[in-house]
């Protein structure tokens, strides 16, 4: 299929602009994998649509406010740096957002004058890497000034609210966050309480673990007609040796392997083709996942509603077929559900 046919019809007011006020309130469209009908549920339902013996697999990333703001010591024009993660001791991988493209040797000053940043090298789409001269450690400097990195499809204002920034850096992060370092959240995750995990141990259904430091490739366009034309960024991941044996003794115990999340997925596809199989291991990752694929790991997926000509939609529709995808979400427009980061989810068994 050509990126253009992976595509939906989706009315604005559908995209979900704040999270549901309790998180396992939001809404599950269950999506049965062999052809049977859809189910209406809410993630709170989880324990009861699982079986015991079942090991949820969870990304336990943490979302770090990588949002700054800076001016040109020339002009005062304005520059969002949007940090990426380190490309050095004293270097980073930043997005610049400005009116004109940033130059190699120009200088910036955070807007408080707490850092100067010093533009090294200049890459495509406004990426950039910076020289970060502070006091501070660039981790200090993000944790006290920076903003919660939105996707743009939430509506904020480019200075967000003191206060409605506080509240997006509880909403946009999960109760598991423990490892520093994405830039956005692994979106699944968000629907889960202590009382839900409580419930679902309660059934039989264990959960574990790992790392993937969600990118900005994750949620880019698909840029070429051929999927198989295009390249996704790597991500930084890291499948602990805990978790490959819960799985394995999951397995062999006839239980099922539940991921949340499509970070989750790719982690465990990623490694299941490596040298030796599924074994524990840390790096870089790029798998774009797209039909035709023979999961390997997988049984069953937890994760949001995605955006139309995504990497994201692309998974999905590997993992049921398109067909069954394009279907599914029409039903979840027509049923008013809530999409993307802040919205419902759905569970594909």
Same mark, same amino acid.
Request: hydrophobic share 35%; with cysteine; glycine share 8%.
């Given at each position: ?5 992976y ?7 559908r ?28 993630v ?24 700054l ?41 955070l ?32 944790l ?25 850096? =509880? !909403? #946009? ?5 423990? +490892?520093?370092?994405?830039? *956005?959240?692994?979106? %699944? $995750?968000l ?10 141990a ?11 430091h969600v ?6 366009p ?5 999927p ?6 790597p =991500? !930084? #991941?890291?499948l602990?040796?805990?978790? +490959?044996?819960?799985?394995? *003794?999951?397995?062999? %115990? $006839?239980?099922?392997?539940i991921?949340?999340?499509?970070t ?29 694929f ?23 529709s %590997? ?9 599914a979400?029409?039903?979840?427009v ?16």
């Open positions: 299929m050509k990126t253009s046919e595509s939906y019809d989706l009315p604005p007011e995209i979900a602009q704040v999270p549901a006020e309790q998180r396992d309130q939001a809404r599950l469209l269950v999506i049965p994998r062999n052809g049977a009908g859809l189910e209406h549920r809410r709170r339902d989880l324990p009861e649509l699982l079986r015991s013996g079942d090991l949820l697999v969870l990304n336990n990333t943490q979302v770090i406010p990588c949002r703001f800076a001016r040109r010591p020339e002009s005062g024009g304005r520059v969002e740096v949007f940090f990426i993660e380190p490309a050095g001791d004293d270097r980073w991988r930043v997005l610049l957002r400005a009116r004109r493209r940033s130059r190699i040797g120009e200088p910036l000053v807007d408080s004058g707490s850092a100067r940043l010093d533009v090294v090298d200049v890459g495509e789409r406004g990426e950039a890497v910076l020289k970060v001269e502070s006091p501070l450690s660039v981790q200090e400097l993000l006290r000034e920076g903003r919660t990195p939105l996707p743009p499809y939430i509506k904020r204002s480019p200075l967000n609210d003191p206060k409605e920034d506080s509240a997006d850096r =509880e !909403r #946009y992060q999960t109760l598991y966050a423990r +490892v520093p370092g994405a830039v *956005a959240a692994p979106t %699944a $995750g629907h889960f309480t202590e009382n839900l995990f409580d419930r679902l309660e059934r039989g259904i264990a959960r574990t673990e790992l790392t993937l990118g900005l490739g994750t949620f880019r698909v840029t070429t007609e051929n198989a034309d295009y390249q996704m960024e =991500e !930084r #991941y890291e602990p040796r805990i978790t +490959v044996e819960q799985i394995a *003794a999951t397995r062999a %115990a $006839g239980g099922r392997i991921a949340v999340g499509s989750t997925v790719r982690v465990l596809e990623w490694a299941a083709r490596q040298p030796g199989g599924l074994c524990p291991g840390s790096g870089r990752l790029n798998l774009f996942i797209r039909p035709p023979p999961f390997q790991v997988v049984d069953a997926l937890m994760t949001n509603f995605h955006l139309p000509q995504s990497t994201l939609l692309m998974m999905v %590997a993992f049921a077929g398109w067909e069954r995808v394009r279907s979400y029409q039903v979840a027509e049923e008013k559900y809530r999409f993307f980061s802040y919205g419902d989810a759905t569970l594909f068994l």
